[in-house]
């Protein structure tokens, strides 16, 4: 038996500087890449997690094909979800710090070395997340929209927008259980609801340089427009109090709530906008999805799909 152990073991043996989630569900043609994203990082002291959440394709097929010792792979018996399946990632992870990763998404070679760096100059953070480029089809844009953006008020901005892309954050692990972790109940958002949390307890830094790649897919649930509601009732269930301290706020999810309602066919969401606008008459984006309102549901989808080509 071996008993001497050199320098080199040694350094094998201690726990990477940080642990990189990545959950999965029949993504085996886009994991690949997302994959080499994370080996490629000019930052290399870390523990790759993949955890397929008992997917159905060549996912374990494509995990594999990589021979890097730093990848663990676990396949799950049953689907749990996006944000079960992180949960699960950060329980199996050896480091104090964790970053999140998705499986159709590219990080910027430097990525995780800029996020380490002010996580190691500021002990006070409890996180950091950057911007990153969203590819949709042939378009591309920079998001968050940095003009609702408040760095010094981190909080109200978490609960105005959704700022945060879950591949962006890295955060430190005792903040990530304090809060109690991605809520395994949504579908969708999982990555607002915890970033709003987050940005409650703890001091968030965000990074205006774009690290990450956000690829729109086939499939994605972003589209899904019942999804999008039942989220965002979620959300503020859970956050409303603190929502309804700012009267910008409360106009702000009353506008939410009756947009979503009104694209997924419910008239009752008409009330929730006329609500919104005798709150902040001033918003013109109130006005206008008010009065297309008054023809039906289809005709408020026909104008809001009309405002967002526009945008894009």
Same mark, same amino acid.
């Given at each position: ?88 990632? *950060? &329980?199996?992870?050896? +480091?104090?710090?964790?970053?999140? /990763? %998705?499986? $159709?998404?590219?990080? #910027?070679?430097? !990525? ?66 304090? *809060? &109690?972790?991605?809520? +395994?109940?949504?579908?969708?958002? /999982? %990555?607002? $609801?915890?970033?709003? #949390?987050?940005? !409650? ?67 009752? &969401? ?43």
């Amino acid at each position: 038996m071996r008993t001497d152990f050199s320098f080199a073991d040694a350094v094998v043996l201690e726990a990477p500087k940080v642990s990189v989630v990545i959950p999965t569900h029949n993504r085996a043609n886009d994991l690949g890449r997302s994959i080499r994203s994370v080996l490629s990082q000019s930052f290399v002291d870390f523990e790759l997690i993949v955890v397929d959440d008992a997917s159905t394709d060549s996912t374990e097929n494509i995990v594999k094909s990589f021979s890097d010792p730093r990848i663990q792979y676990q396949k799950l018996d049953n689907n749990v979800g996006g944000a079960e399946a992180r949960n699960i990632g *950060v &329980g199996l992870s050896s +480091s104090e710090i964790i970053a999140f /990763q %998705d499986s $159709d998404d590219e990080w #910027r070679p430097e !990525k995780l070395e800029k996020m380490m760096a002010l996580l190691h100059r500021d002990d006070s953070l409890g996180g950091a997340f950057s911007s990153y480029i969203k590819v949709n089809g042939r378009r591309c844009s920079i998001m968050p929209n940095l003009s609702e953006f408040d760095e010094s008020n981190i909080f109200e901005s978490m609960l105005k927008r959704n700022v945060v892309g879950t591949p962006t954050l890295v955060i430190r692990k005792k903040v990530f259980y304090e *809060v &109690g972790g991605f809520d +395994s109940g949504m579908k969708r958002y /999982q %990555d607002w $609801d915890l970033a709003i #949390r987050l940005s !409650k307890i703890s001091k968030l830094k965000m990074v205006l340089e774009p690290l990450v790649i956000a690829n729109t897919t086939e499939g994605s649930i972003s589209s899904d427009v019942s999804s999008h509601l039942s989220a965002l009732l979620r959300i503020y269930e859970k956050h409303g109090a603190d929502i309804d301290r700012s009267p910008k706020l409360r106009a702000e999810w009353l506008f939410k709530r009756g947009d979503a309602l009104l694209r997924c066919g419910d008239s009752s &969401g008409r009330a929730l906008l006329f609500r919104a606008l005798t709150r902040n008459p001033v918003s013109y984006k109130f006005v206008i999805l008010f009065v297309s309102s008054l023809f039906g549901c289809s005709g408020y989808r026909a104008v809001y799909d009309y405002l967002l080509r526009l945008r894009n």
